[in-house]
């Protein structure tokens, strides 16, 4: 593990091809979901590696196991049901979660994916968890009748989630809000989420921020109750690092170094430079380096080639700083 600019990823990496077509097949019975989850696995070992491989420094899972981040979620919660296919951008169709009743979690949802994981390797693999806010906001609500009692029922349960997995020995656990800029006004609904999401743990928390209009909010994001604000950086020319220039912060930035829509890898120099911008505002301690979001629409050679490229550029900047 590094003192300075230590390396992670978001959550998601690309699905193998094998592992997509066995998901519509257990989606139609047509194998079961033990051959499905083996799959899973094995898909899982791989990421594993692959990160080992590049030497980074704090693991994901990947995802190999979830479609849709807040539908999960919800899958596994009592209170809550999956809608009939709803349209989202364009031609992409999905599967909407609907709160029908209180929400209760029956049992753990992730920790054993998460135990499965670290008992793979020596490095720590995060825990990872939706954000109640973005899954509020990405579901319909038949029941609570206010988004405040929505996310703050999902907050509770979030929390149960998060105290199992501290309890398994968990030290890294995120909590993602990509939700979160998406209405400026609600920022206060969003702290409180994660403030009671994260209530009793000692382990780093993290949240991931993607998508929005971060500098309306930003002032919002900084006081989040989490140690780590890990944020979508390079697809924006990294022009949030003014905000920081005029505010004292003991927050950790998890700086996203790659735009992860684009199917070319970014160059080196290019995030070499972008670490160099962190730099000049906060200190290397303060500062990880990942990519601006989960790599899962991109392919793994894709996801490869970028994330050689940002571990070269962490290193050259470690080299140069004298970093350790
Ligand atoms: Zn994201």
């Known amino acids: 593990m590094h003192n300075n600019l230590i390396t992670t990823a978001v959550g998601s990496y690309p699905k193998p091809p094998h592992l997509m077509e066995a998901r519509a097949k257990a989606a139609r019975a047509q194998i079961s979901r033990d051959e499905l989850m083996d799959l899973e696995k094995k898909a899982t070992e791989h990421w594993i590696r692959l990160q080992e491989d590049l030497d980074m420094d704090i693991l994901v899972d990947g995802e190999m196991y979830r479609g849709d981040m807040a539908t999960y979620f919800a899958e596994n919660l009592e209170g809550m049901d999956i809608s009939g296919l709803v349209r989202s951008y364009g031609n992409r169709y999905y599967r909407k979660p609907v709160a029908t009743g209180a929400i209760k979690r029956p ?24 954000g109640p806010y973005t899954i509020a906001d990405w579901s319909f609500d038949e029941h ?6 929505f996310v ?12 199992d997995l501290q309890a398994a020995g968990c030290r890294y656990i995120q909590i993602d809000e990509p939700a979160a800029s998406t209405r400026p006004e609600e920022m206060a609904l969003v702290a409180e989420g994660l403030r009671v999401s994260t209530e009793g743990l000692d382990a780093v928390t993290i949240t991931h921020i993607c998508y929005g ?7 919002g994001i900084l006081t989040l109750p989490v140690d780590v604000l890990d944020l979508e950086m ?13 505010k004292k912060t003991d927050k950790i930035l998890a700086l996203g170094v790659f735009d992860v829509h684009h199917h070319a890898p970014e160059s080196i120099e ?6 160099e911008r962190a730099l000049n505002v906060l200190p290397g301690k303060q500062i990880w380096v990942t990519p601006d979001c989960g790599l899962k629409t991109r392919t793994e050679e894709e996801s490869m080639a970028k994330l050689k490229n940002m571990m070269q550029a962490t290193n050259n900047v470690r080299a140069r700083r004298g970093l350790s």
Do not use: C
Not at 107 to 130: C, E, H
């Open 107 to 130: 049992k753990a949802i992730t920790v054993d994916w998460w135990k499965y994981s670290q008992s793979l390797t020596d490095r720590p693999v995060k825990g990872m968890l939706t």
């Open 144 to 149: 609570f009748g206010s988004r405040e009692a």
């Open 152 to 163: 703050l029922n999902l907050a509770r349960v979030i929390n149960e989630e998060a105290r």
């Open 213 to 219: 209009d971060f500098a309306t909010v930003f002032d």
């Open 234 to 246: 390079a697809n924006s020319d990294y022009h949030l690092l003014e905000y920081f220039e005029d």
């Open 270 to 275: 290019a995030m070499e430079a972008g670490i």
